[in-house]
Structures are given as C-alpha cells and as structure tokens.
C-alpha cells in the first residue's frame, strides 16, 4: 500500500525555518510522503538535501499585497496540479489555497498556527489590513476542524474564538551532544527575526553599559533601524550584526555564546503571549538567558529556572540584568546547570510524539 501524502505549505524560502525542517524529518521517518513548499526569491541559498521533497514557488515580489496575491495564486495552481492526501497551511497567509483545494478535491486539511496572526505588531497598527487578516481568519480556521499551534495560549484563544480544538506542538529543538566550547571572551548572542517588536530600541542603548559583546543572528524588517541605533548609540564595537545564519551553523554558534536574549517589546497578544523557538535553543545550548516574564516563558521557567525573567524592556533594566549574570557566578552556574537537564526534557526528541500521534489519528 502507498503511504499517505502529506503537503506542508509556507511564505518562507524554506531556508532558516526549523520548525518545518524538523516537523516535516518527523513525518518522513515515520513513512510519510512530505512534501514542503515555500517561496523563492533571488537570494535564496540552494536547498539542503532532506529526507523530504522540497518545493519552492518563484515569483518577482519581495513583500507586500502583491506577494502574497501572487503567491497565494501559484500556491493553488500547485496544488491543484500536485495531489496529495493531506494539505498543512502554516499560518493565515497560506490557509486559502490550502482550503480550496482540499474542498475541492475531498481531502483532510490541517492548520498550523505558528501564533495568532492577526496580533502581529504588524497587522495589528494597520486598521485596514488587520480587518483584512481578521476576515480570512474568521472565514478559514472554523473551516479547519484539525490543528496544532506552537503553545497553550493560542490554543485556547483559537478555541474560544472559533470552536477549534487545536493540538499544542511547542518549537523545540532536536536533543543533540553539546560539543562547542564557550569562547575566553564572553559574548551576548541574539538569535531570530530583527523585526520591529523585538526591543532593539532598548538592547542597543543598553549596551552602553555592558562590558561583553553582543552578536545578532538574523535578519528582517528592523535590520536598518539596527544599524542606525548601533551608530546612534556607538557601539559599533561592541555590536556584530551577522545577517541570517544557517542552521546548522547557528547550532554550532550559540553553545559557544555566554548568554541569550530572548526579548519582546507587550504591544499586543502576539508578543505577550509568545513562545519563541529561541528561549528553547538557548536551553538546548546550555546558556541562561535573560528573558522577559511574559506567561509563557514564566510558566516554563517556574518549572526548570534556565533564565533571569525581567519585569520590562527599558534600557536599564536589560543591561541590569546582563550584568548580574556576567557578574554573579552563583546564579549563573546554578541556571546553566538547569538548562543542562532541561534540555533532556524540552527537546524535539520527545516533543514529536503529538506530532505523530495527531497524523496518525487524521488518517485512521
């Protein structure tokens, strides 16, 4: 008997997207036939060869409406010319072809929601698009009665406002040796979308008064900006903006680092109510980190303490925080040693079992 197809669908160009390179593994070494299909821009690097087919729609547009008008277009001409017994829309802006095709053609949709995308800072700061998205997610997600999302929060908001009884398959990373020494000079790592949100306005400033370097790994919406506020604030020689860095090369990267930083500015549901991938590879990687105390990260660190939680993102406070975990090597030592045995607990390793467990109920 053939194995099931399953068909995953992103905006992304497949590249730096660690959720879907690990859910998407998941699936093909269970027998699945997967396939991954993104967007594909002029700078996008070759793809990595993976246990899964890998698929990426060109078109001319960067950002914008008319990306995703075009996009979403192409996205169901391939669908409809490429068959298969499941389609996965990741997030709103790929959720409508993934709907038309599976009516269509009377096969199971899912729907992942890597957060609740119509509390984007922004979408949210812009009335006539938010009341776009909000219409898309009000007709689609009722229309997709089988899901997951990435923590408890959305899962429970989705479910009140549309009846939706989503599984929760939180971002973590693969359980892996950890090999890398930390380098003789102490350095703040940064890792993820340099987006607006992110609390660059305040990290940079706040950089003033930290005696480590800091190294930002990612690119985005806010790169600019970035680089304005380092020259601003003079800390060109304290601040590394890498740009976007592999995956592979990032796991290499972050063990190496002293600490992480995983900050977000409480404009909105989205931020506050986050789960980052980069709270759970700092973990992985063995680093504390600081972090702000927003619901979700509280809830893990009062399980496992792995970071120092801050109560806001004011310059102050950020370097206050860095330096105590520069400066004191009780709590530092003591939040290291956690994220040691954590890391044994919060890994992908484990985490897939839901993941599994949900597909393999779809189909039977």
Not at 293 to 301: L, M, V
Request: net charge positive; with cysteine; proline share 5%.
């Amino acid at each position: 008997m053939k194995a099931s197809k399953i068909t995953l669908t992103v905006t992304n160009d497949l590249t730096y997207d660690q959720r879907m390179q690990r859910i998407c593994s998941s699936l093909s070494r269970c027998g699945y036939r997967v396939t991954l299909v993104g967007r594909g821009i002029r700078s996008s690097q070759p793809l990595k060869k993976a246990a899964y087919e890998q698929r990426r729609l060109y078109i001319p547009f960067t950002k914008g409406k008319s990306m995703y008008l075009l996009f979403n277009i192409r996205l169901l001409i391939h669908l409809f010319l490429n068959r298969t017994d499941i389609i996965c829309a990741i997030d709103l802006d790929t959720i409508l072809p993934c709907y038309i095709v599976s009516r269509l053609y009377g096969i199971k949709r899912v729907y992942d929601a890597h957060e609740l995308f119509t509390e984007q800072k922004e979408i949210v700061t812009r009335p006539l698009i938010h009341a776009a998205w909000l219409k898309i997610e009000q007709f689609a997600v009722p229309r997709f009665p089988n899901g997951y999302t990435v923590n408890q929060f959305i899962k429970a908001e989705l479910e009140r406002r549309y009846q939706v009884y989503y599984k929760v398959v939180r971002n973590l990373p693969v359980l892996e040796p950890l090999t890398a020494p930390q380098q003789d000079e102490p350095f703040i790592i940064y890792q993820g979308a340099v987006n607006k949100g992110r609390s660059f306005e305040t990290l940079i400033p706040a950089m003033r008064h930290v005696p480590a370097r800091l190294v930002i790994c990612g690119d985005g919406n806010f790169l600019q900006k970035v680089e304005e506020l380092v020259k601003l604030h003079k800390v060109d020689n304290k601040v590394t903006l890498s740009g976007s860095v592999l995956p592979a090369e990032l796991r290499l990267l972050t063990p190496r680092a002293f600490i992480g930083l995983t900050l977000f500015e409480n404009m909105g549901l989205n931020q506050y109510q986050s789960l980052a991938n980069r709270f759970f590879d700092y973990i992985m990687a063995g680093i504390p980190q600081v972090c702000v105390g927003y619901p979700e990260y509280k809830r893990i660190n009062d399980d496992y303490e792995v970071a120092l939680l801050i109560d806001d993102t004011n310059p102050v406070t950020i370097a206050d925080a860095i330096n105590r975990l520069l400066n004191d090597t009780v709590l530092y030592a003591r939040l290291k040693h956690n994220c040691l045995l954590a890391r044994k607990v919060l890994c992908w390793n484990r985490e897939e079992i839901t993941l599994l467990s949900f597909y393999k109920n779809l189909l039977t």
